[in-house]
C-alpha cells in the first residue's frame, strides 16, 4: 500500500498560498531535504492550479529536480480540465475522487506526493486519506491567505521527526493518529 504525503512550505500563521516568500530562504539543506521527498516519491497527486503551475513552469526549468517533475507520474484533480493533458505522464481524475484515490493508495509503488493544492488536501483530510505531512515551516507572519488546517479541520497529529534549518526553516514530519 502507497502512502499519501502532503507536502508544504507553511508561514508561521498556518498561510500555504503563493509560496514566493519562501525563496529567500532557500539553501543547500531545505534542497537536499527536497530531494530525498522526490526520491520517495513515484507520483504526484495535484489540484488545477498547483498543476497548472508546475506545468507551465517545469519544463522549461533547468533547475534541480525539474527531470523529477517532468518525468514522474501527474494524477490532477479537477471537475474543469478536459481529458488532454498536456504535460507528460499526466492523468486526470475528475469523477469519484475519493475512491479513484483511494485504489491508487492499493496500488503498489512508492509514495505518491501532493504539492501546494489546498482545496485537494482540505478533501484529502475530509477523508481521512493524508498519510504524512511534511511541512517546512517558514519564519515569518504573512498575515493572510489559504491555510493548510482550516478552522473546520480537526487533526491530532503524531509528531515524526524535526529538522532546522541554518535560513532558520523548522521541517517537520507527521503522520496522523488514528483511532
Not at 530562504?25 to 522526490?38: H, M, R, T
Not at 516519491?41 to 525539474?66: C, H, I, K, M
Not at 484533480?77 to 499526466?90: F, Y
Not at 491530532?156 to 496522523?176: D, H, M, N, R
Amino acid at each position: 500500500m502507497r502512502n499519501i504525503v502532503v507536502t508544504e512550505f507553511v508561514s508561521l500563521d498556518g498561510v500555504m498560498e503563493e509560496p514566493g516568500w519562501t525563496f529567500e530562504y532557500w539553501n543547500d539543506e531545505i534542497a537536499k531535504f527536497k530531494s530525498e521527498e522526490s526520491t520517495a516519491s513515484d507520483a504526484l497527486l495535484l489540484g488545477r492550479v498547483t498543476y497548472q503551475g508546475f506545468a507551465a513552469a517545469w519544463p522549461e526549468s533547468n533547475d534541480e529536480g525539474a527531470d523529477y517533475f517532468n518525468s514522474v507520474r501527474k494524477y490532477v484533480v479537477s471537475g474543469t480540465l478536459e481529458e488532454s493533458l498536456e504535460w507528460n505522464n499526466s492523468r486526470l481524475i475528475k469523477d469519484n475522487i475519493v475512491e479513484q484515490i483511494t485504489d491508487l493508495k492499493q496500488q503498489d509503488g512508492k509514495d505518491i506526493t501532493v504539492h501546494g493544492s489546498a482545496t485537494l488536501v482540505q478533501t484529502l483530510m475530509q477523508h481521512d486519506l493524508v498519510d504524512r505531512y511534511r511541512l517546512l515551516v517558514y519564519p515569518l507572519v504573512v498575515g493572510k491567505g489559504k491555510r493548510l488546517f482550516e478552522e473546520d479541520t480537526p487533526a491530532t497529529l503524531k509528531l515524526l521527526e524535526s529538522q532546522s534549518f541554518s535560513s532558520g526553516v523548522v521541517a517537520l514530519i507527521y503522520e496522523p493518529e488514528r483511532q
